[in-house]
């Protein structure tokens, strides 16, 4: 079955306590990407990646890395969490980054909270 | 820059009846357009997009969207509501800024459909 696989799918952390959230596509795609839902903003989207060890920041990237060792795993750390952070985060591939029509396809959402 | 607005946070449909979740955009260029749908502690689901042709479109679970350019508008729509429709619904457009494959939403409508 075609996914995209976040882990974990919730998590409650200490302020400053170094964590990561795994992402991985069984699909094959070249276009991976975060995203943090806030109520009343939708989805803003944090790094994305276009293709293996190409990764770039989006619209909110202050406090977060990424990585893009493998075409299937796009991990988002946060590497000294504050409370700020606090969100629903998604994961998202499409088949490519450019000249592209074709949906994406999302995790299943990771919740986080800072304390 | 482009931009998603769905001016409702909240829609409320009595099931049976029709249902419109109303979306707006703001682009350069011809918009691409796509409708996800939230249910409960799920991901995001695609539920249709318009990129060309046809100014309505059909989706996943009966769902059906009516793009008008005039009014830029892409409105969702249903004939008949669920109760089962009742989730969280994002409006999106394909950002073609940089040429990449960037997602811009909007903050979501509730739809809740009563028995």
């Known amino acids: 079955e075609a996914q995209v696989t976040q882990n974990p799918r919730y998590l409650i952390t200490v302020t400053g306590?170094?964590?990561?959230?795994?992402?991985?596509?069984?699909?094959?795609?070249?276009?991976?990407s975060w995203y943090r839902q806030d109520p009343g903003l939708g989805l803003r989207q944090i790094y994305y990646s276009?293709?293996?060890?190409?990764?770039?920041k989006g619209d909110v990237p202050e406090g977060?890395?990424?990585?893009?060792?493998?075409?299937?795993?796009?991990?988002?750390?946060?590497?000294?969490?504050?409370?700020?952070?606090?969100?629903l985060y998604f994961c998202a591939s499409s088949l490519r980054g450019?000249?592209?029509?074709?949906?994406?396809?999302?995790g299943q959402g990771t919740r986080l909270t800072v304390v | 820059a482009q931009s998603v607005a769905q001016p409702e946070d909240q829609v409320n449909v009595a099931e049976g009846n029709p249902l419109t979740v109303k979306c707006t955009y703001s682009v350069s260029g011809n918009p691409?357009?796509?409708?996800y749908v939230q249910y409960p502690n799920r991901g995001l689901?695609?539920?249709?997009?318009?990129?060309?042709?046809?100014?309505?479109?059909?989706?996943?679970y009966g769902f059906e969207a009516e793009f008008n350019k005039s009014q830029t508008s892409f409105h969702?729509?249903?004939?008949?509501?669920?109760?089962?429709?009742?989730?969280?619904?994002?409006?999106?457009v394909r950002d073609i800024a940089g040429g990449y494959n960037k997602l811009i939403f909007g903050a979501g409508t509730r739809l809740a459909v009563h028995p």
């Open chain 1, 98 to 106: 450019r000249n592209s029509n074709t949906e994406a396809f999302f």
């Open chain 1, 17 to 32: 306590k170094k964590l990561t959230v795994t992402c991985s596509q069984n699909m094959n795609h070249e276009y991976m």
């Open chain 2, 76 to 92: 969702l729509k249903k004939p008949s509501a669920l109760v089962s429709d009742s989730a969280l619904y994002f409006c999106a």
């Open chain 2, 45 to 60: 689901q695609f539920l249709l997009k318009y990129i060309t042709g046809d100014n309505l479109v059909k989706g996943s």
């Open chain 2, 32 to 35: 691409y357009l796509f409708w």
């Open chain 1, 64 to 87: 977060y890395k990424v990585s893009r060792k493998e075409k299937r795993n796009f991990p988002l750390i946060l590497e000294s969490p504050s409370p700020n952070q606090t969100s």
């Open chain 1, 50 to 56: 276009m293709n293996v060890e190409v990764t770039d």
